[in-house]
Each structure stands twice: as C-alpha cells, then as structure tokens.
C-alpha cells in the first residue's frame, strides 16, 4: 500500500465509516497517536477537506477599512469565539500559521517574536509536516518567556525542518552598559546580521505587560506618563503610534520594531478585547504590514479608530 493509499484508507475509516482511531489502529497495525497524525496529513495535503458553515456569521467590512486606512498589505480575520480569550487567540494563531506557511519560500530568513499568539502559532503549525529550508532566528531576547517547553522560534524550526540561530541573551538587562557589551559580542552580532536580512518577520502586539519584570520605579513612572498601551518587541508605544520611553530601548536587546515595516513580509498578530489599543497604536506606528486578529476585534479597532482621530505620527528614525 502506497503512503497515498493509506492516507485515502484512514480518511474513509474514520470520516466516511465513523470507525474509532483506536479501531482503526487495530486493523492497520499501528498506534492510536501514529493514526491521529495520518489524519492530520490527510487534512494538510487535502485529501479531507473540513468545511465549517457559520450562517449566523455577517461579513465584516473591518479587513477592507483597515487595509484602506493605514495602507496595509493584507487583514486576516479568524471568527470571534465566544467564551475564553485563548479560544479565539487559537482561532487566529492558526490563521497565522496559514499565512506564514504560505510566505515560506526555500532560502529565506524568518524571524519569529514571542508570547501567547506566537506560542500558539508554532503550536497550530505543529500538526503539519511542511519541510523548507529556511533559517530562523528570535527577534528579540529570551525575557518575555511564554512558558512552554521551547521557544517558538525554535519550535517553528523544528517544524519546518529549518535552522534554528539562537540568541542567548534575554530581553531586557539591568542597564546600557551591560546592553552595549552584550550585543558586542560575536554570537549576538551574528544573529543581528541575519536580522539585516530578514525575509519574514511574525511577531505579537503586545499590551502594556510592563508587570512582568522590575523596570524600576523611574521607568515604571515614565511609561505611565506615556501611556504607553502597548509594545511590539519590548518597544513601548502610546495610542497615536508613537515610540515611547526611549530609555528603556537602551536597555533591550531586540530587533528594533522601527524597522518592521521594512520587511518584505511583515506580519503582526494579537486577538481581544485586551488589544483593541494595542492594534490601533501599532497601525498607527506603521510598524505593521499584515495584520492577523479576529471579527469582533477588528470591528472594534475601527470604531476606536473613528472615535480617536489622530495624525499618523511621522515615521521615527531608527538607527
């Protein structure tokens, strides 16, 4: 039996006949995972195709305001899920991952941010076999862990059976000084090369989580002077899409969210009533080029949009 036939065969098994994973092993002479994952590349090479039809779902004008608005290549919006924020989040991460998939090309360098979203979309690209050889570094250091076994970057690599380029050094230090000597060194200078080449860049909008680490009062107090409403890259920005805290950038050890913009493929993710502001500031940033989030919260960026009139801030120089 050919890897085809026996994907066709588990389809019909299951799909067509309602015979249980555990049954179908039996009768294959495999385990119950090995089937899950045939069902899976069944899924992903197209020989199942699962089709949800929502027909309380209207269309949203969101995706086509957005884009007309702030001049953006593409909005994807997955289906607003009612309840819990990490089912919706899991709705656009794997949104996401379609998006990156298809921006994969042999040879290219992929740079991958973290947090939840980011966390979620390694996870959504992990039920796929899609090998391509692409090299894959952080964008920003090893601060903002998102509690899982690996790093995203490293996870997305491993699935796509690329390079993984690591930059060990966490995301924000303790002063300038230990930031200028860290980046001087080699390993770091190595990755920030690759950085100057980046073909894909998936990174988070992320909220003012400024909690999570001790910045000190004097930072502390100057990010709520700002209000700052959310970060991209541990770079702080208010609602009108300005960089804010400057001091603090002395302080990072990040690919500099500037030059995102810059990036041929430049795709920004986050989902929730928590990112409403987020979004807005970073469109308005124009650090953003694709833009990956859900119904109800693109409808609500537009209506903030409309409700905050502000004048794009002129595009910060960066380095």
Known sequence: MSDFEQLVRVSRLYYELGETQNAIADQLGVTRPQVSRLLTRARAEGIVEIRIVDRTAADSQAAGTLIERYGLDAVHLAPTIVGSDDLTRRMAARLAAEILRSALRSGATVGIGDGASVAATAAALEETSMPVAVTVVPLCGGFWSTGQEREPYRRIADVLDGQARGLMAPGVVDDAATQRALVAHAGARAIFDLWDRLDVALFVIGGPAWTRVNLGEDLERELDAADAVGEILIAPFDLDGRFVCPVLRERVIAFDARRLARIPVSIGVASGAAKI?????????????????????????????????????EPEQSP
């Open 277 to 313: 502001k987020p979004i807005l500031g970073a469109l308005r940033a124009g650090v953003v080029r694709t833009l990956v989030t859900d119904v109800a919260t693109a409808e609500a960026v537009v209506a903030l949009d409309a409700s905050t009139p502000t004048l794009s801030p």
